[in-house]
């Protein structure tokens, strides 16, 4: 089984590659299983951010919010570099409101999900990514009813149920993030040498020393759970994509572009504060990957004219996740470490 381990560690951009050929293949050959797979989306999801969040040291992390100059780059990357990006680029489809709204929805919302995934895999500061994720979701929701206002108009916000995102957020991010603290703590106490010298009453193991178990066994299961994420993402939702393909086509350059512009929007971001290298990849990760998972409700529980918007925030998913994994490879080629 270790062998196993270190060999899906080592290849984990192919496979991740083949994961998403493999949903794509699943949902449009068997639209009608591949379909029934949305409400699995969740779950899976939370699993993967529960084992992602027990490889942080959740106990450190309100020092992590100490760091002025990670919080100000990461927060001008999202919330002054992004927006401006977005705007610009949604011109292409202004004269969609369903493709205009979705659009918008999606690239104004940093990620507070995955990303802290991608960015452990590309050496990036994580830890420090996650202990600002009630900050970035704070902030955007906040701002997003402004920005949307501005840039699509003050209907744009009257039409949002803001309901579904808080349920999205506390599903996805919140509830694995409290697991995840548990288990730490349990597993805290069952490192603890025993206090008495008296032989225990039962040969089972307590709470604490089966916590203990946890995390190795957790950390093996990130590839494959990455894996199935992407899989059943899209599966699930490219054949949505399929029956509006020509006019979602318009989007694919509204959202290649923005992840090649927030590669050196990001950069700029983290130089513009100083950053070290892991901090910096954070902020590149962090400016490019959106909350779409999150948004998604958000698109769903909009009225029929603008149903096109959920579509929109599939189609940024589907892209996206191709990008994430092709920035894996390349973040650490833009903020190489000073060794290499």
């Known amino acids: 089984m270790e062998s196993l381990v270190t060999w899906w560690s080592r290849h984990q951009v192919p496979l991740y590659f083949g994961a998403l050929v493999a949903g794509a293949a699943l949902g449009l050959t068997a639209p009608g299983f591949a379909g029934a797979l949305g409400p699995a989306v969740t779950p899976v999801l939370a699993a993967l951010l529960y084992v992602t969040f027990l490889g942080i040291p959740l106990t450190g992390l309100r020092n992590a919010l100490g760091d002025v100059r990670f919080l100000g780059g990461l927060l001008v990357a999202n919330f ?88 999205a957020f506390l599903a996805v991010v919140l509830a694995p993030l409290a697991f995840a603290a548990l288990t730490q703590a349990l597993a805290a106490r069952g490192d603890r040498p025993a206090r008495s010298i008296q032989p225990a009453r039962s040969n089972r193991p307590g709470p604490g020393q089966l916590a203990a178990r946890i995390p190795p066994i ?107 994994v092709l920035y894996v490879r390349l973040v650490p080629l833009l903020a190489p470490n000073p060794s290499s």
Do not use: W
């Open 80 to 167: 002054l570099f992004a927006p401006v990006l977005a705007f610009a680029l949604s011109r292409i489809v202004a004269d969609n409101r369903g493709l205009l709204l979705g659009a918008l929805l999606v690239l104004l919302c940093p990620c507070v999900d995955y990303v802290i995934v991608f960015a452990g895999l590309a050496g990036a500061a994580r830890g420090k990514l996650l202990a600002a994720t009630p900050l970035l979701m704070g902030l955007q929701v906040v701002l997003l009813p402004l920005y949307l206002s501005l840039f699509a108009g003050r209907d744009a916000v009257s039409a949002i149920d803001p309901a579904p995102f808080a349920v």
């Open 218 to 324: 957790a950390d093996g299961a990130m590839v494959p759970l990455m894996m199935l994420t992407l899989a059943i993402v899209v599966a699930a939702h490219i054949d949505e994509v399929r029956g509006d393909a020509v006019e979602l086509a318009s989007l694919i350059p509204v959202y290649v572009l923005f992840l090649v512009g927030m590669a050196p929007l990001g950069l700029a971001a983290a130089r513009l504060f100083g950053q070290r290298v892991a901090e910096t990849r954070a902020t590149v990760f962090s400016g490019a990957t959106r909350n779409s998972l999150v948004v998604l409700p958000l698109a769903l529980a909009l009225p029929e004219p603008l149903s096109l918007a959920a579509a929109a925030v599939v189609t940024q998913t589907m892209i996206e996740l191709l990008g994430m």
